[in-house]
């Protein structure tokens, strides 16, 4: 039997396909801002926040089918982002520590008209280890629970409750009391 029309469209993997596509879109399209942000507050750079966000959207694509079925696929998502920035940093150190080898240290400048405080935080947080950066940006900055926290970077609650106070001991010592203050009381 042959016939001139379209073979009938499969309602198996092909619409599965479709599915985790748009699924994944919608996934995209609400977090993608998000996670650039807290690329860029973990690295620093402005530049290659969206960039580092877009890399772990593409390794979370190539993995949906488990993202999508993970109990917080938010908080796997972050994790990502988190991992990446850790390894950009890593790699920065690195970098860094070749180039100054053969160049001059030279201090460096803000590139942008960002507020002196704005500028001042992002060198304070620059400064924590990156554990306790994570724990401040996430709960500080993002308004994360500490088990969101804790899911998003994979470690247990006591560790963030402990990391998040420690990091902003930290910051009041880099900062001053009056800096910090100010942003541990948007937490509350």
Wanted: with cysteine; glycine share 8%.
């Amino acid at each position: 039997m042959t016939s001139s029309a379209a073979p009938p469209r499969s309602t198996g993997a092909a619409s599965g396909t479709d599915d985790a596509s748009a699924e994944f879109h919608a996934f995209f399209e609400r977090h993608h801002a998000e996670l650039a942000r807290l690329a860029q507050l973990l690295t620093g750079e402005t530049d290659a926040a969206d960039d580092l966000a877009a890399d772990a959207l593409l390794a979370l694509w190539h993995r949906w089918d488990r993202v999508r079925d993970a109990d917080h696929p938010v908080a796997y998502a972050r994790g990502v982002v988190a991992n990446m920035a850790r390894g950009r940093i890593r790699s920065t150190v690195r970098e860094r520590r070749r180039v100054a080898l053969f160049w001059s240290q030279r201090s460096e400048g803000s590139d942008g008209p960002d507020v002196a405080a704005v500028v001042d935080v992002r060198q304070a947080l620059e400064r924590l280890p990156f554990r306790k950066r994570a724990c401040v940006v996430l709960r500080h900055a993002f308004d994360l629970s500490e088990r969101d926290t804790a899911l998003a970077l994979g470690i247990s609650v006591g560790t963030v409750k402990s990391q998040t106070s420690r990091g902003m001991t930290e910051l009041q010592r880099h900062l001053g009391a009056g800096a910090v203050d100010g942003l541990a009381g948007r937490r509350k």
